[in-house]
């Protein structure tokens, strides 16, 4: 049987280099979205459902469409160790887009973690896989093996887009995206807000009541005083 009347995929998937991964791969979500200008997450939604909660590679993305996982299965083929796994649905709540068994060979296939804008079930089948899950909630309804679905091209998961190149990351706080073309940038901007990040946090340990920029302001440089009603 061909399923290629249904499904496309990229000829070249281009992939970020695994020292351009390192370079993110420790770093806090969060830090990572203030080094791409305070924006770059995907939608709140979109959390782990395993035990395990920490990712960073290169995007594999997958358009499944709503109610379906043939792009995913079929993915697995084009799969390279590291690779995460983002699967978009259109954001489709109804169905399960993945499942123990389908995490479990996508491990086996060397996806590091799976990223979607849809359901998954089966939960401690998948905790049990060994990969971070990200999703935006769990239904047991089961998809369709249809398609149509494509491998390797751009896609919108969570609000944001996804394109091969780009890096995907996740911790406890959600997933973020780094977009190919500001890898660099964001590798540069991302060291400076660390260290920004360890003063402040050494700062508010110590026993500081204001940060040092609001510490340094007079009450007169910070507000306007009026009478109260």
Request: net charge negative; aromatic share 4%.
């Amino acid at each position: 049987m061909s399923y290629a009347s249904v499904l496309k995929a990229a000829r070249v998937i281009a992939r970020a280099s695994d020292e351009d991964v390192d370079a993110f791969a420790d770093a806090p979500v969060g830090n990572i979205v203030d080094a791409l200008g305070r924006s770059g997450a995907m939608v709140h939604t979109i959390k782990p459902v395993t035990g395990l909660d920490r990712f960073c590679g290169p995007a594999l993305t997958v358009d499944a469409g709503p109610r379906d996982n043939l792009a995913p299965w079929a993915a697995m083929r084009l799969a390279k160790a590291g690779d995460v796994m983002v699967i978009a649905t259109g954001g489709h709540d109804a169905h399960s887009v993945a499942g123990d068994i389908l995490v479990t060979i996508a491990k086996n296939a060397g996806v590091a973690a799976i990223v979607t804008d849809g359901m998954v079930r089966d939960i401690t089948g998948i905790d049990e896989a060994g990969i971070p899950v990200f999703s935006a909630g769990v239904s047991p309804n089961s998809p369709q093996k249809n398609g149509p679905g494509a491998v390797g091209l751009p896609i919108i998961a969570g609000g944001v887009a996804v394109a091969a190149g780009d890096i995907v990351c996740g911790d406890e706080d959600g997933v973020v995206v780094i977009p190919g073309a500001r890898i660099a940038e964001a590798k540069a901007a991302l060291a400076v807000v660390r260290r920004k990040e360890a003063a402040m946090e050494a700062n508010a340990k110590g026993g500081a009541t204001a940060p040092d920029w609001l510490a340094e302001m007079s009450l007169d440089d910070l507000f306007t005083f009026v009478d109260a009603d």
